[in-house]
């Protein structure tokens, strides 16, 4: 048990080193920035790791791209609510098609409307309202899930995804 906490710790830092690496890449849509490797790795956390890793990592790397300058706190809202989510989802049914549209649902639709307040109370934009970010919101996460989605079909096909679960749960 000490081991497979410990190997879930390491696989946690190495994807959000994956995204703070790569942070850099991000398409500006409207006033946010849209970081598809953020939800990308949110799919890859939920399939291996589980809901509380994958909202533990995108808290992580939202914080670290926040204090790095690269990132906003619309971070907040829409990675964890996506982690979470998506990795309820895989829990639930252990299928990757809907693991991926609650991500596209759980960032886009709920974590837009809870960037809202984010946007309201702490950044002081008064112009913002419930939806203004659902949109920006979804086109990030349609770009990421699109990605997991390869990535994921590629790793399921060559045995390297059951291998990946496999080596994490021993």
């Given at each position: 048990m000490k081991h497979e906490h410990l190997k879930k710790l390491v696989t946690s830092a190495l994807l959000?080193?994956?995204?703070?690496?790569?942070?850099?890449?991000y398409i500006p849509v409207g006033a946010s920035k849209c970081f598809p490797i953020q939800?990308?790795?949110?799919?890859?956390?939920?399939?291996?790791?589980?809901?509380?890793?994958?909202?533990?990592?995108?808290?992580?790397?939202?914080l670290i791209r926040n204090?790095?300058?690269?990132g906003s706190l619309m971070a907040f809202p829409g990675s964890m609510v996506g982690?979470?989510?998506?990795?309820?989802?895989?829990?639930?049914?252990?299928?990757y098609l809907p693991t991926c549209l609650a991500e596209i649902i759980g960032t886009g639709l709920f974590g837009g409307?809870?960037?809202?307040?984010?946007?309201s109370l702490l950044m002081g934009n008064s112009q913002a309202a419930l939806f203004t970010y659902v949109v920006p919101?979804?086109?990030s996460?349609?770009?990421?899930t699109l990605l997991a989605a390869v990535l994921i079909s590629i790793l399921d096909k060559t045995k390297a995804m059951q291998y990946m679960r496999q080596i994490l749960s021993a």
């Open positions: 959000v080193a994956v995204i703070i690496a790569l942070s850099s890449f939800h990308m790795v949110n799919i890859l956390s939920a399939v291996l790791l589980g809901p509380g890793w994958g909202v533990a990592i995108a808290f992580v790397a939202s204090l790095m300058g690269t982690a979470l989510c998506c990795g309820l989802m895989f829990r639930a049914t252990k299928k409307m809870l960037a809202y307040p984010v946007a919101f979804f086109i996460t349609a770009g990421g």
